[in-house]
């Protein structure tokens, strides 16, 4: 199972809006609605910030939306803030029942 | 609160097994998934397996078949990942996660790890 791909690196700046990516397979990501995303500072371990494509765990900002279109899920942050700098990780359930991550995107809050 | 407290640093020669234990404090611990992710120094999650504590079969990344066995104790509430034969690629921080919903909720099937562990350094070297 190869991960799914990401952009290494985006930015924007506080107040901007951006847009991740993460592009698989119809066996993972265009297979079901089970993509996920997590927020990793550093040091710390990852944080839920969106499941099952679009669902928003209780407590994590409305900022955060997820979408999905065939084999590309995407996570949108709104209003950006200096906070959200951190890396982001996508993740897929798989049509082997197993999982597979994507290889990580760095947001730079300019 | 659901937490998930792992167990200490290790450091392996290459060759030999590592164990790591997660064991869970609150709530309710067989019904939902704990997967094993692992990071290398300044690399991305990777998934190695998971498995659900009432039901006891793990299912794991082909790239760790024969490797890695994920294994629970219902009884400590503690979910296990042993690797052996390490190598240096080994090195890494090892983490367990719970998955966001219990096998039995009537919502389904929920992708999504909610707690993660502290995490495990694991270093490898002769």
């Known amino acids: 199972q190869s991960a799914l791909t990401q952009p290494a690196s985006v930015s924007g700046s506080p107040g901007q809006s951006i847009t991740i990516s993460c592009t698989g397979t119809?066996?993972?990501?265009?297979?079901?609605?089970?993509v996920s995303w997590y927020q990793q500072h550093p040091g710390k371990a990852p944080k839920l910030m969106i499941s099952?494509?679009?669902n928003r765990p209780s407590g994590v900002s409305n900022r955060f939306s997820g979408s999905k279109s065939g084999n590309t899920a995407s996570l949108t942050i709104s209003g950006l803030q200096v906070e959200d700098e951190a890396d982001y990780y996508c993740?897929?359930?798989?049509?082997?029942?197993?999982?597979?991550f994507g290889g990580g995107t760095k947001l730079t809050v300019l | 609160q659901v937490q998930l407290v792992q167990s200490g640093a290790e450091v392996k020669k290459p060759g030999s097994s590592v164990k790591v234990s997660c064991k869970a404090s609150?709530?309710?611990?067989?019904?939902?998934?704990i997967n094993w992710v692992r990071q290398a120094p300044g690399q991305g999650l990777e998934w190695m397996g998971g498995?659900?504590?009432?039901?006891?079969?793990?299912n794991n990344a082909q790239k760790f078949q024969g490797r890695v066995t994920i294994s629970t104790d219902e009884s400590t509430r503690t979910a296990y990942m042993e690797l052996t034969s390490l190598r240096s690629e080994d090195t890494a921080v090892y983490y367990c996660?719970?998955?966001?919903?219990?096998?039995?909720?009537?919502?389904?099937?929920?992708?999504?790890?909610?707690?993660w562990g502290q995490g495990t350094m694991v270093t490898v070297s002769s």
């Open positions: 609150g709530g309710t611990f067989s019904n939902y998934g």
């Open positions: 996660a719970r998955e966001a919903r219990s096998y039995y909720d009537s919502r389904g099937f929920s992708d999504g790890f909610d707690i």
């Open positions: 993740s897929s359930y798989t049509t082997s029942s197993t999982r597979v």
């Open positions: 119809s066996s993972d990501v265009g297979a079901y609605n089970h």
């Open positions: 099952d494509v679009s």
């Open positions: 498995i659900i504590p009432i039901f006891g079969t793990a």
